[in-house]
């Protein structure tokens, strides 16, 4: 493979892009919807909770898109190859940033809608890319190369949002602005596209000839992960705590901008913060926690410590910003744990001869667990802002409720 070319070297760049681009969303889209913000798009007569209703149908559209096409890339590329796939995705998520990018200076709120619909459609590009990892991965290096599937994950969400924040900010340079970020990433995907042309042999041995594009697998993939004997018993749990840091984190740095005076730049900082403790944990921590407990044990308290980490942000006084710092870490611990060991336990669950159908499923699941609670979001911002952060609580700690009572790990012993 090294002859002709370097997968692993493309497969980092789309994962690393494409997380790189959800990071910077985090501290620019307070700056679409907030009064006296100069970057708003709403119009004059839209109140603050219109643009929080905006911000949630926005923030849904892209796992909306996503969850209809993931499938249907992953059936590409196995009629056509996974190198034109890949491809021709990245090349439609450069156009999509450019869209949003002239959306936001533009204030065209249909033109950002499709730019996000676009980019959710070839945004599937992370599952073809995950296939392109098990084309070319074998028993020995399989965990190695995956680990690095999330090394890219990881250092996109620690990078995104802080480039997004000092890309949006003119005190950094004058003629930066709530656009200049998408342009960065668009032509980032740009470069994207032709480092895949370049390094990416195609990997795929023998491409399918029954080809037939099945546009309802996503639900077919929704059914099955509530059906079958082994995903039923684990699903309810992986939609809610992805469902609960949905909530988290769409609505996380209006949040801060309300309660605390974030800037755009001090949220973008304060999130790379809280990435740095997730490369730690599951750098580090990880790999010593996996020694000494299994799976299963370590999620029955990881749920639990991640609500109740959360509702300590509800306990913060105003202006006590200092606070706001010893969070992060505990959180990470949790949250790190969880997103761990939660691939670990449906790998149990699932027969050996099965395991890539089953990446399928949670790809739908997870998509449709990042969609529907976005929308939600929306109008509980309506509410209050804090009442994002307790709704991510209370759905994570019912997902770590409903592992206890569920998921019985003497009926599974495929380790």
């Known amino acids: 493979m090294n002859k002709k070319g370097n997968p692993l070297l493309a497969v980092f760049s789309t994962i690393f892009i494409d997380m790189l681009g959800v990071g910077i969303l985090i501290p ?61 995705s990245i090349i439609g998520t450069s156009v999509s940033y450019m869209l949003f990018a002239i959306g936001v200076a533009t204030k065209n709120i249909p033109l950002m809608f499709a730019s996000r619909i676009v980019d959710g459609i070839t945004g599937g590009n992370i599952s073809v890319a995950q296939a392109v990892i098990s084309d070319i991965s074998n028993p020995k290096n399989r965990a190695r190369n995956f680990g690095l599937v999330g090394a890219a994950f990881g250092l996109g969400f620690i990078f995104g949002p802080y480039v997004g924040g000092k890309l949006a ?4 340079v004058s003629w930066f602005s709530a656009s200049t970020a998408f342009w960065f990433t668009a032509i980032l995907s740009a470069i994207n596209a032709l480092v895949v042309i370049k390094f990416l042999p195609e990997t795929i041995k023998k491409k399918t000839t029954k080809f037939k594009i099945h546009i309802l697998e996503s639900f077919t993939n929704v059914i099955k992960a509530f059906t079958n004997s082994g995903l039923r018993n684990i699903t309810p749990s992986t939609f809610l705590f992805n469902a609960g840091f949905t909530f988290f984190t769409t609505f996380f740095a209006i949040f801060l901008a309300v309660r605390f005076g974030f800037t ?101 699941v997870s998509a449709l667990a990042e969609a529907i609670p976005a929308i939600i979001a929306g109008y509980v911002a309506t509410i209050n802002t804090s009442a994002t952060v307790i709704t991510a609580s209370l759905l994570i700690g019912l997902s770590g409720l409903l592992f206890w009572i569920i998921f019985k790990p003497k009926r599974y012993t495929n380790e």
């Open 169 to 172: 900010d003119p005190h950094v």
């Open 28 to 88: 620019v889209f307070p700056l679409l919807v907030l009064p006296h913000s100069p970057y708003r798009i709403t119009p004059s007569g839209w109140s603050i909770a219109d643009g929080f209703i905006l911000l949630g149908w926005l923030s849904a559209a892209y796992p909306l898109a996503q969850f209809f096409a993931a499938p249907i890339l992953g059936q590409l590329s196995d009629r056509y190859g996974r190198k034109i796939v890949l491809t021709v």
């Open 264 to 364: 755009q730049g001090n949220t973008g900082d304060y999130f790379a913060y809280f990435g740095i403790w997730i490369a730690v944990v599951q750098g580090g921590l990880i790999g010593i926690v996996s020694k000494k407990f299994k799976d299963y044990q370590v999620l029955r308290y990881s749920f639990f410590g991640a609500a109740l980490t959360l509702l300590a942000y509800l306990l913060i006084p105003n202006g006590q910003h200092k606070w706001l710092f010893v969070i992060p870490p505990i959180l990470a611990l949790f949250d790190g744990m969880s997103q761990a060991f939660l691939p670990s336990i449906v790998s149990r669950v699932t027969p050996k001869d099965i395991q890539g159908e089953t990446l399928g499923i949670n790809t739908s």
